[in-house]
């Protein structure tokens, strides 16, 4: 507790990413990855080559582009900077610890950026969602996007914003959780190099018998086309969250995501 207290104190952050938890949930993920290292390790470890095996494919490397890169241990990070221009790792908090691993690293690049492009909106800000890729698909030299384990997390913000905020809410469109899901496959669909989509999709919650007690659909009804490869991942273990339950979340791989047409 007091090594994640630390970490929020000296973590660079704006208001909005304090505003809606962000911080406070990437230093959780970093503590739970610390936690579950070998629960998820298998997980990461699948990610980490995928993402190899995907950029060896290109005729060109110039820039690649990770959104949602987090604390990147489900990033091949070695093996990207030494096949790539440039790399940029684009997420809301980048915590010190990243920063310290990459501050040799020249070629990468941080931005912290709302990917779900509607917090500002949210907060009364903006009038309406802002474009939060605008300038990385403008930019010709991208010749590869990777949205890592990104796709469900950037609705639950949302949601329990909406959920806290009831006066707010009722003046906004509505299924915004579901619609920020949607963006995110338009924005990734917008691009003109390569995109690999890897994300969970849906959470199991069983207990010691195996028993399933509840099934979430973590894409809030969002359609996606036929995934390339799938795998279960232990996000919280027996113990971690609850002694006698655990949840376990189904990742899927789009090794070259080309569009969807269940946007709003």
Known sequence: MLAELALQALTPATSLARRFGLLREGVALWSRGLRQRKAWEPHHARCRAIIAEVAVTLSQRRKVVVLGSGPARDIPLDMLCASFDEVVLADIVHLPLLRLKLWRQAKV???????????AWL????????????????????????????????????????????????ALPGNLPARCIAW????LARFKGHVCLISDVEMVERDRSGAIHDR????Y???LPKEDESWLWPVAPFGEAERDREYVHKVCVWRRYAGSSSAF
């Open 109 to 119: 690049e941080l931005i912290s950026r709302d990917l779900t492009g509607t917090m």
């Open 184 to 187: 995110h496959l338009d924005d």
């Open 123 to 170: 907060a009364g800000e903006a009038k309406e969602r802002q474009d939060p890729l605008a300038d990385l698909v403008a930019d010709a030299k991208v010749d590869l996007v990777i949205s890592a384990n990104l796709l469900s997390q950037l609705a639950w913000p949302v949601a329990d914003w909406l959920e806290d905020n009831p006066t707010r809410a009722a």
């Open 221 to 223: 009804g969002v359609e």
């Open 216 to 219: 979430l659909d973590l894409m």
